[in-house]
């Protein structure tokens, strides 16, 4: 499918000065993949053709792309109001915002600190743990304790917290005093699970052991994804969530979900938390709130972390941290438009009306060789294929080459996994789409 009425994009024609984040250079440089434009469920190649986009980009854009409302949002406030300082000023979009992000959010949690992406907003969280602990004087909770296969982005809390060993084995100590569970993924209990698999409540029980080897005097924060995604979809067992609020309840213990992208309709609802009816003390969120439209991000923390900051003489700052960018009027502009289209579309409850049809199509490839294992939740799938004896991770890298080159559709992929998370706005018609060129990639490459 070519794209009406366009004209090519520029293509460019040397390659070499961008460091592509994430990314094998060289492989890349060598066959690029590249996008100009897109529109809706679609990204458009500068040559014009279409590739059904199987990814929200990176998890993002949820409310699919370039979409009207959004843009002419964005293209307003520009002529409006470029910038205004975060510090010591605030623009009125900012509040308004907050306020709209609050109502969603579960709970009492009902602050908003903004920040520039899900990497700093983890950050930002790690640091009001402490902080918040250290303001009630128990400035003895300095523990943090992440889990293994979680992904919390690339700071250097983020990485320390995080469980991924490749994004961790090059950059020194990380963080002091940090500690993982572990991961809640076991194929031989979970394979080929719908939603939320029966098996492996008890992992959050590890938490008991960690509080009794460093006591609870010494921990400030639990934080985990609600779904595993970056290492490719994995759903929390039944019951292991409200496992882990109890415990960490049972020691005050903060507990931080990490919902940058389960936030914003993922999973059916505006946050994970609600989904599974477990409340944290904060909330990470970046990707959705924009619709990937303008970088942001932040942490929704509750109201009485909050309070306990407010203290102290009134002309002092009673966090001392923030970002140049924190509440940028692009991105709260993109925001309030994204959150207005979330909810004039009923875009969240899609994705819980869809989930079963997704999950049924994302199924069907159980019987295609090589696959491993499948696991869906909302609008997400991660399929495991079998590794080629001498390179983990190849044929899922080919299947992504294929998918963009070969079948016009974007697939993401983490180790040997394919994970697919399309914009909240897919049809009937494309999720089988999706799955048959994906179905067909995966034959390709085995
Ligand atoms: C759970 C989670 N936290 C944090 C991040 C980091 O977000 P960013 O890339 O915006 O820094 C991601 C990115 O995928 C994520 O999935």
Redesign the pocket.
């Known amino acids: 499918m070519a794209e009406p009425n366009r004209r090519s994009a520029a293509v460019p024609n040397d390659l070499e000065a961008f460091w592509v984040p994430f990314t094998p250079n060289r492989a890349f440089k060598r066959a690029p993949r590249l996008i100009a434009r897109a529109k809706d469920m679609h990204y458009y190649t500068p040559e014009g053709r279409a590739v059904l986009d199987g990814t929200a980009g990176?998890?993002c854009t949820n409310a699919g792309h370039n979409r009207a409302p959004i843009v002419d949002a964005i293209k307003r406030q520009a002529e409006e109001l470029d910038y205004a300082p975060a510090f010591q000023f605030a623009h009125p979009k900012s509040f308004e915002l907050a306020s709209r992000i609050a109502a969603l959010a579960p709970g009492d949690l009902d602050r908003v600190f903004f920040c520039n992406?899900?990497?700093e907003a983890?950050d930002t969280a790690l640091k009001i743990a402490l902080a918040y602990h250290n303001v009630r004087g128990q400035a003895s909770r300095t523990r943090l304790i992440g889990r293994e296969r979680g992904?919390?982005?690339?700071g250097f809390g983020?990485i320390s917290v995080g469980g991924i060993v490749a994004n961790r084995k090059h950059f020194g100590t990380l963080l002091a005093g940090v500690d993982h569970l572990p991961a809640t993924y076991n194929r031989e209990h979970q394979a080929f699970t719908k939603g939320e698999p029966d098996w492996g409540a008890h992992l959050a029980d590890d938490l008991e052991r960690l509080v009794a080897l460093h006591d609870a005097s010494t921990i400030a924060a639990v934080i985990v994804?609600p779904m595993a995604?970056?290492t490719g979809v994995l759903p929390p067992p039944k019951g292991y969530l409200e496992r882990l609020r109890a415990i960490c309840d049972r020691h005050g213990i903060l507990l931080i979900f990490?919902e940058?992208?389960t936030g914003f309709g993922r999973l059916g609802h505006a946050f994970a938390a609600e989904r599974y009816g477990v409340t944290p003390d904060m909330i990470t969120f970046?990707?959705g709130i924009t619709s990937g439209a303008v970088p942001m991000?932040g942490v929704i923390a509750r109201e009485g972390i909050y309070d306990a900051f407010m203290r102290g003489p009134e002309h002092v700052a009673e966090l001392f941290h923030g970002y140049t960018y924190s509440a940028h009027p692009l991105a709260c502009a993109a925001g309030l438009a994204t959150l207005d289209l979330y909810r004039d579309e009923k875009l969240f409850e899609r994705a819980k009306t869809l989930e079963p049809l997704w999950a049924d199509a994302a199924m069907s490839l159980k019987s295609v060789p090589g696959v491993l294992d499948i696991r869906t939740v909302g609008l997400t799938a991660g399929i495991d294929l079998a590794s080629r004896p001498d390179a983990f991770g190849k044929r899922a890298y080919e299947a992504m080459e294929r998918g963009f080159h070969d079948e016009g559709v974007m697939i993401r992929i983490t180790g040997e996994t394919l994970a697919l998370t399309p914009p909240l706005i897919v049809s009937e018609a494309q999720i089988g789409e999706i799955f048959d060129k994906v179905a067909r990639v995966i034959k390709a490459v085995m």
């Open positions: 990176l998890w992406s899900g990497s983890v992904y919390h982005g690339v983020g994804e995604g970056s990490d940058v992208i970046a990707k991000g």
